[in-house]
């Protein structure tokens, strides 16, 4: 199937202009909704899935007062800005193929899109800080002035994402001026290419970050290979086995992360309203698509949310363990 613009209703600028007069509304024929397509119902189902499974992992943590270490209120906050992109895509199938469309929708979608995918994208380098803290500061991290810090590190995050966000609804919008659309409709060219640029700041610097888990994990590993003689085969060898899945899951986050968030952020920097949409669409589905993974990837590896899930769902067989678990593992 030929992929169509107007099937997501992120219409691009060709020349033709999309608009219609104000003063020609009232003398318009009724509006006739477009049928729904195969693009429409993976919209709907996507952005259905996303919700429940990001709002199973909000509710289980902030029902479990256990679950209040540094770490599981970024969950929260990343199960959060997940669950809203999910609304959003919710919200613009609704607009597309239910209600008639209007300005006031594209501006709503397009800024719940922007707040979600800023606050997720934040949500995801405060998890990696977190995982480096745990690592290098493992004697302190975790107390209660660490969940101070990381409570007032979130509200500073989507104090800004909301800022953002709001963006297009404050007039940071190309709906008068079709000539200044970016690759995603209504923003601007301007307004998208800095969100993507700082998109990939905050790639890099949880690369970065990343990065200095391997330097603190090494150092660990050798120290542990220098009184390798002092314990059991066994225990050395289930050490050394350790170590290789944790690389392992490093690698497989850190591919997910980079392939999902840099093919947008470099799109949104070269291309320009008369660039095809099928790149667009190309590159802003895995961006989204990283809301459906993150709870896979975080929050449901995490023991202790997997407790408290296992125990809500088979509460004759699991017995909650209020032990909390560090982010390492994470």
């Not at 709906?175 to 998109?199: I, K, Q, W």
Request: some cysteine.
């Amino acid at each position: 199937m030929i992929l169509n613009a107007t099937d997501l209703g992120w219409e691009e600028s060709s020349g033709a202009d999309p608009f219609f007069p104000l003063d020609q509304l009232g003398s318009s024929p009724p509006y006739e909704v477009p049928p729904l397509t195969v693009w429409g119902v993976a919209l709907c189902v996507s952005g259905t899935l996303i919700a429940t499974e990001n709002a199973i992992v909000v509710t289980t943590i902030l029902a479990t007062p256990s679950l209040r270490a540094p770490v599981f209120l970024l969950l929260a906050s990343l199960g959060l800005a997940d669950l809203l992109a999910g609304v959003a895509l919710v919200l613009h199938f609704l607009f597309l193929f239910c209600v008639e469309p209007s300005d006031w929708s594209e501006l709503l979608t397009s800024g719940l899109l922007v707040t979600s995918l800023t606050a997720s994208l934040c949500s995801l380098m405060g998890v990696a800080l977190d995982r480096y803290l745990s690592l290098s500061h493992a004697l302190t991290y975790g107390s209660s002035q660490s969940r101070h810090r990381a409570a007032i590190l979130l509200l500073l995050v989507w104090l800004g994402a909301c800022i953002i966000g709001a963006g297009p609804a404050m007039g940071w919008h190309c709906l008068g001026e079709p000539n200044s659309c970016s690759v995603a409709r209504p923003l601007t060219r301007t307004y998208l290419s800095l969100l993507c640029g700082g998109f990939l700041v905050v790639v890099m610097v949880t690369l970065q970050l990343y990065a200095g888990i391997c330097r603190v994990a090494r150092r660990h590993a050798h120290a542990i290979a220098t009184q390798r003689h002092f314990l059991p085969a066994n225990q050395s060898y289930a050490s050394k086995h350790s170590s290789g899945r944790g690389f392992s899951r490093l690698i497989l986050v850190l591919s997910v992360f980079v392939g999902c968030w840099m093919p947008f952020s470099l799109w949104g920097l070269l291309g320009d309203a008369s660039s095809p949409p099928l790149y667009t669409y190309a590159t802003l589905v895995p961006a989204a698509g990283s809301s459906l993974l993150n709870p896979i990837l975080y929050s449901l590896r995490n023991k202790d949310i997997r407790k408290v899930l296992l125990q809500a769902c088979c509460p004759h067989k699991y017995t909650q363990n209020t032990q909390v678990h560090y982010p390492v593992d994470v």
